[in-house]
């Protein structure tokens, strides 16, 4: 778990190195009036308060961020082998951006809409292009791009609890599977497994938006009816996981120990 901090989180792992330095170095006597057991139990109240406002206020940011990517993103006029496709699968509010590369996906949080390139409008087949509508419209019902929000602001918070972070990974790849579900139904495993293998993953959807390429392994497997890939948290993670929460837990225990005494002196 730390080569994965130190290869995508390297702020995160410094922090929590830190942590980890001060608790150790810092052992304040338990606070005048308060037991032990209190002081952790208040130290737990104080760490949930204060990572619910995080992750309230990350979230924030990630969505602004979103949506001025997406009000940057150039739009294109509707191909008429898009404007077949939505008469088709009856997915209204399809957004055409410019772009050669195929890509696909569902962004926006109050209002999920689905984006779709000029080049993926014009190179995909009829019935391809109307499982990848279907996809992503099984996304916007689902309000996917606002749960995806909020697991990555949780993800970033709490940087200290790897399980947030393998959460989030679980859960993109549930709702992926989801929608691959509902366009199966709809057109058949043949067409949804022909218009996955025609995403090139470099299309320009922001980081929080449910892209039609994603979670390949576990769809192909679901597509060719295989079992799908167990995803259990390793080991690592779990004691990491338990690691930072105490840690981050006993430290704030320590800060208000120390402000508890200063006080009261």
Not at 21 to 34: E, Q
Not at 107 to 112: F, S
Not at 186 to 198: D, E, F, I, S, Y
Not at 219 to 233: S, V
Request: aromatic share 6%; glycine share 10%; hydrophobic share 55%.
């Amino acid at each position: 778990m730390i080569v994965y901090l130190w290869r995508h989180n390297r702020i995160g792992l410094a922090a929590l190195a830190g942590l980890t330095g001060v608790r150790l170095v810092w052992h304040p006597s338990v606070s005048a009036g308060m037991t032990m057991a209190q002081c952790w139990l208040v130290s737990i109240a104080v760490v949930a308060g204060a990572s619910l406002l995080a992750v309230a206020a990350r979230a924030t940011w990630l969505g602004v961020a979103a949506a001025r990517s997406l009000a940057a993103l150039p739009r294109a006029a509707e191909p008429a082998g898009l404007e077949g496709a939505i008469r088709r699968s009856g997915v209204p509010g399809v957004v055409c951006l410019a772009g050669a590369n195929p890509a696909a996906f569902c962004a926006g949080v109050l209002r999920p809409r689905l984006y779709l390139t000029a080049g993926a409008a014009e190179a995909i087949p009829a019935e391809e292009l109307d499982a990848i509508l279907v996809h992503e419209a099984a996304h916007a019902r689902r309000r996917d791009p606002l749960r995806r929000l909020m697991l990555r602001a949780a993800a970033d918070v709490l940087f200290f609890l790897p399980l947030a972070g393998w959460w989030f990974g679980r859960q993109s790849e549930r709702a992926e599977l989801s929608a691959d579900r509902a366009a199966i139904d709809r057109l058949g495993a043949k067409a949804v497994a022909r218009a996955l293998t025609r995403m090139d993953g470099a299309g320009p959807a922001p980081a929080t938006a449910a892209a039609f390429d994603g979670a390949a392994e576990a769809r192909i497997a679901q597509l060719l009816g295989d079992d799908l890939p167990i995803r259990k948290p390793s080991r690592a993670g779990v004691i990491f996981s338990l690691t930072g929460l105490v840690v981050v837990v006993s430290l704030v225990m320590c800060i208000g120990q120390a402000v508890w005494g200063a006080l009261t002196a």
